[in-house]
């Protein structure tokens, strides 16, 4: 039995042992006893994630796949999930443990996959995998880059980046049209921001929406006052602030409102 890669779903099945053993070594497997694989398909990277922890779980949303995960992998017996990660809330699901996340994610939701592990990263201390490498790049970039933006800043907030090594089309049946790139991240020591996340995800998203402009025009509608436009991060766009000063420019807005 094998599993037709379903385009709805944006199925890519990975075949090639070399970067599925890669990819199960990027995590470290300290300082927590579970991991989920999202999406596992016909477990080429679950086999290698299996030699690594007794711990692994997985969520796969596409029936065909659930049912050869039951048939190949005995050793993961109650602990294959069907249904959409998206909607799965982690802290019901393992009882409030540390879970690292892992995964050859599909490319149409890698990016809310992301957004939703970062709402979780008080139980999530590592994430890694797959994603198109335009998404992996613009994670993992720093300031002054191009592909540096809203996905970089608020993962940064929370995690340490890394781009590790990119994947070509022909190791995927069917293959994609893209290159993928492979990334890993590692929570910091302090997740709790000094300003109300909520406030500075609308400050980056907002400064990012018109990126060819100074925040002094990008950050209009914010209702910034004439005297703090005169604050000299007004002249800079939004692709030359840093994390943490994207965190200042969030406390004076914040101030500036009081």
């Known amino acids: 039995m094998s599993v037709r890669a379903k385009k709805h779903l944006g199925q890519h099945f990975l075949n090639d042992e070399n970067i599925a053993r890669k990819i199960a070594g990027l995590l470290s497997f300290e300082g927590y006893d579970k991991v989920l694989e999202i999406g596992p398909g016909m477990g080429v990277l679950t086999r290698y994630l ?18 050869y995960l039951n048939e190949h992998f005995s050793r993961l017996k109650n602990r294959i999930l069907q249904g959409d990660f998206l909607k799965l809330d982690l802290e019901a699901a393992f009882e409030g ?18 957004f939703r592990v970062i709402e979780f990263r008080h139980l999530v201390p590592e994430f890694g995998g797959m994603f198109q490498k335009e998404v992996a790049r613009r994670i993992t970039e ?9 996905l970089s800043v608020i993962t940064q907030a929370f995690y340490e980046a890394e781009y590790l090594f990119t994947v070509p089309p022909g190791v995927f ?18 997740i709790e921001l000094p300003v109300d996340p909520g406030f500075f995800f609308r400050v980056v998203k907002t400064a990012f929406n018109q990126r060819r402009k100074t925040l002094r025009n990008s ?28 965190l200042d420019l969030t406390k004076k807005l914040a101030q500036d409102g009081d």
């Open 50 to 67: 299996l030699e690594r922890t007794e711990g692994l779980n997985v969520i796969e949303l596409d029936r065909e796949s659930v049912s």
């Open 97 to 114: 443990q540390q879970v690292a996340i892992i995964g050859n994610f599909p490319y149409n939701i890698s990016s809310q996959i992301l």
């Open 142 to 150: 720093g300031p002054g880059s191009k592909t540096y933006g809203i």
């Open 173 to 190: 049946s069917p293959p994609p049209k893209v290159d993928s790139g492979v990334i890993r991240l590692v929570r910091k020591e302090n």
């Open 219 to 246: 950050l209009k509608s914010m209702g910034i006052s004439d005297k703090l436009s005169e604050d000299a991060i007004f002249a800079r766009r939004p692709e030359q602030l840093s994390v943490e000063e994207f």
